[in-house]
């Protein structure tokens, strides 16, 4: 997900995500007006409409996500820049165990490690780890797999991201959020928060690690940091 202010990210957003998951996987934008830098051949731009502002994508995303039938799907937003590779290996089996459990969303990052949470299985190389009904940030739009109902369950059509996000009534609401610990997904950095340029903008979301000299250096320079 991108505005027209953010779609400037998406350049450096693709070249983070072509190094570190895949110049082979789709990938779909969903953004307002049409970028003016060439999208690479995995990017597909797909228009909202017209930007109304933050307040109104709540209501854009209700109107997209009726079109498609997927009834799962990753999401993310613009300034959340893998700096890591992916583990695949790791994705592909806790998709499957994703579906076939009937989770309602998959923490793709470090993300619910450090919130209440219980172990619901093992494999070799970490923990799967369930997020409490009473967590904080049960919805978030960090990198995530989710179920395209409960994705959609709490939005309005006058909802911005961050209210999503601390709406607490998806608490104790039953469905079930998966993550790990130990190993994970990927890892991202996270360039802004309430539109102000972290001053660690290249720092893991989730850990001390930062984002590779030679990365930070180009998507600095996409962005005239």
């Known amino acids: 997900m991108t505005s027209d202010k953010g779609i400037r990210i998406i350049e450096a957003f693709q070249y983070c995500f072509n190094k570190y998951w895949s110049g082979e996987q789709t990938v779909k934008i969903l953004g307002y007006k049409e970028p003016s830098f060439k999208l690479k051949d ?17 209501g854009d995303l209700i109107k997209f996500f009726k079109t498609v039938n997927d009834q799962e799907f990753i999401f993310s937003v613009d300034d959340f820049l893998l700096i890591r590779e992916v583990n695949i290996s790791l994705l592909n089996v ?33 923990k799967i780890i369930e997020m409490g009904q009473g967590a904080e940030y049960r919805k978030s739009a960090v990198w995530s797999m989710w179920s395209k109902d409960y994705f959609l369950k709490y939005f309005n059509d006058k909802m911005n991201l961050w ?39 290249y720092k893991d979301s989730e850990s001390s690690d930062t984002m590779f000299e030679e990365d930070r250096t180009i998507v600095a320079n996409i962005l005239s940091l």
């Open 163 to 201: 209210e999503w996000e601390l709406d607490t009534t998806c608490k104790d609401d039953g469905r079930h959020i998966m993550g790990t610990n130990d190993s994970y997904i990927l890892q991202a950095c996270h360039l802004y928060k309430q539109g102000n340029l972290k001053e660690d903008w």
């Open 42 to 58: 995995n990017f597909e731009f797909i228009s909202l409409g017209v930007d109304r502002g933050p307040n109104y994508i709540g």
């Open 94 to 126: 806790l998709s499957i165990k994703f579906i076939k459990g009937g989770f309602s969303r998959l923490a793709l990052t470090d993300q619910v490690s450090n919130k209440p949470h219980t172990v619901i299985g093992t494999l070799p190389y970490c």
